[in-house]
């Protein structure tokens, strides 16, 4: 009675998961090794679907189909038709539904006689069977001839997508990207408790920041894992990785904000009295992000460090060593010390020429790379037409003005100061 009713039952040392149209589409029953439809479609899509549930990513055995029908009965001539005539039940028919709309009237015609006369006209079901499969060949003739091979050949390398598939495991596999996005959620006072290794329950209601990205829907909270195979079997934990949208809206929170964007520390037995700035800019291009220009010109930290005397010292304070020496100073120091706020300006200024001369060799680098590939690129293509006449020539200007366009925003990439620290050196 309910289209969307679903339960389990255990008959015989058997489970046996009962669902209504709302196991067609959206689940993951990769579990499962036996389908029964019991209701066979007539919509090839929606068959292809149901058996899409199991046919998935974690399914470990071979999948069975039952079609159960009633002898003489139009589903039976649907059920004989998809699998004598279209072969739907046992590969993935490319183009199952333009068969379908082609011997739709047809089909139907036959399943609605053999209702009304309680039997099956063999001889014009076995005709629509020899009909549909001949149309099938065919089709799938003229859909080969219209394959660029060519480009087949290039869309899959093994090579690299096995270096590929090996640097996202090991990235998966390293659970200080877990760490640090526990300490980001925690830096929003949002509470998280462990329930299962790699899965957590997230809490929101103490966060500190109305601003925080919960997602709408899951707003009293709501459980992640930063394992993927977890996140496949279990479709009510959400998958966490750098890439989420909460994760990526709370940096960009952290780092839109003047929050965390300079400190004080002093620092002693280096052997000499001086005054240090530590300057972070940021080097970007803006972009519409159709060029992808983060191929060639990510967003790029530029460090410099300059002492009161206006002398570049970068090379002998490396960031490991200040983080490792230096002790926090207290915010009191600035107030006691008012004077030195005119020294800090004009160091900012000298680490700002030292950086725009670092961001020149960046952006000449970029370029030459930019140009490099995206110009073999262009190359590739008009060589290419000369052998395939698939490619044409808007093609090649789209991509010599995407070149154009990109290599012009490279050029304009600009600094933008992040972050200062400000160190007191001591003998």
């Known amino acids: 009675?309910?289209?969307?009713?679903?339960?389990?039952?255990?008959?015989?040392?058997?489970?046996?998961?009962?669902?209504?149209?709302?196991?067609?589409?959206?689940?993951?029953?990769?579990?499962?090794?036996?389908?029964?439809?019991?209701?066979?479609?007539?919509?090839?899509?929606?068959?292809?679907?149901?058996?899409?549930?199991?046919?998935?990513?974690?399914?470990?055995?071979?999948?069975?189909?039952?079609?159960?029908?009633?002898?003489?009965?139009?589903q039976e001539v649907i059920a004989a038709w998809y699998s004598s005539g279209v072969d739907i039940f046992?590969?993935?028919?490319?183009?199952?539904?333009?068969?379908?709309?082609?011997?739709?009237?047809?089909?139907?015609?036959?399943?609605?006689?053999?209702?009304?006369?309680?039997t099956i006209d063999?001889?014009?079901?076995?005709?629509?069977?020899?009909?549909?499969?001949?149309y099938k060949e065919k089709f799938f003739k003229e859909l080969n001839n219209g394959r660029d091979r060519l480009l087949e050949l290039n869309s899959f390398m093994p090579g690299k997508a096995e270096h590929l598939i090996k640097n996202i495991e090991e990235t998966e596999k390293n659970q200080k990207t877990d760490q640090f996005i526990l300490k980001l959620f925690n830096h929003f006072l949002i509470e998280?408790?462990?329930?299962?290794?790699?899965?957590?329950?997230?809490?929101?209601?103490?966060?500190?920041?109305?601003?925080?990205?919960?997602?709408?829907l899951k707003k009293d909270g709501m459980t992640i894992t930063f394992d993927r195979k977890t996140a496949v079997t279990r479709e009510n934990i959400d998958f966490i990785t750098m890439d989420h949208p909460m994760v990526l809206a709370a940096m960009e929170l952290i780092l839109g904000t003047e929050q965390g964007n300079n400190s004080m520390v002093e620092m002693s037995d280096t052997g000499k009295d001086e005054i240090i700035l530590e300057s972070i800019f940021v080097l970007e291009a803006i972009a519409p992000k159709k060029l992808h220009i983060d191929r060639?010109?990510?967003?790029?930290?530029?460090?410099?460090?300059?002492?009161?005397?206006?002398?570049?010292?970068?090379?002998?304070?490396?960031?490991?060593?200040i983080e490792k020496k230096g002790k926090d100073l207290k915010r009191s120091w600035i107030d006691e010390h008012s004077q030195i706020v005119l020294l800090i300006q004009n160091l900012v200024k000298?680490?700002?020429?030292?950086?725009?001369?670092?961001?020149?060799?960046?952006?000449?680098?970029?370029?030459?790379?930019?140009?490099?590939?995206?110009?073999?690129?262009?190359?590739?293509?008009?060589?290419?037409?000369?052998?395939?006449?698939?490619?044409?020539?808007?093609?090649?200007?789209?991509?010599?003005?995407?070149?154009?366009?990109?290599?012009?925003?490279?050029?304009?990439?600009?600094?933008?100061?992040?972050?200062?620290?400000?160190?007191?050196?001591?003998?």
């Open 350 to 427: 000298k680490g700002r020429d030292i950086a725009e001369k670092k961001a020149a060799e960046i952006i000449t680098r970029s370029k030459d790379q930019a140009s490099k590939i995206t110009g073999k690129e262009l190359n590739r293509l008009k060589y290419l037409q000369q052998k395939n006449k698939s490619i044409r020539n808007e093609e090649i200007k789209t991509t010599e003005t995407e070149m154009n366009l990109m290599l012009e925003h490279i050029a304009g990439a600009r600094l933008r100061l992040d972050a200062i620290r400000l160190i007191i050196n001591h003998k």
């Open 296 to 321: 060639f010109m990510p967003l790029t930290p530029v460090r410099t460090v300059v002492n009161h005397e206006n002398n570049d010292v970068t090379e002998n304070f490396p960031f490991e060593t």
């Open 90 to 118: 046992k590969k993935d028919i490319t183009g199952a539904h333009f068969i379908f709309k082609r011997f739709k009237k047809d089909l139907l015609f036959e399943a609605q006689k053999a209702n009304q006369d309680l």
């Open 122 to 134: 063999t001889k014009n079901l076995k005709k629509l069977i020899k009909c549909t499969k001949e």
């Open 1 to 74: 009675r309910d289209r969307n009713a679903a339960w389990f039952t255990e008959q015989k040392g058997a489970k046996i998961l009962f669902c209504s149209e709302i196991g067609s589409e959206g689940r993951n029953f990769q579990f499962a090794q036996h389908l029964v439809m019991f209701d066979l479609p007539v919509n090839p899509e929606l068959i292809v679907q149901r058996i899409g549930r199991l046919d998935r990513i974690g399914q470990k055995g071979k999948i069975h189909i039952h079609i159960p029908y009633i002898k003489e009965s139009g």
């Open 192 to 216: 998280t408790d462990e329930i299962e290794k790699r899965i957590f329950n997230l809490n929101f209601d103490h966060t500190n920041n109305s601003q925080f990205p919960v997602p709408p």
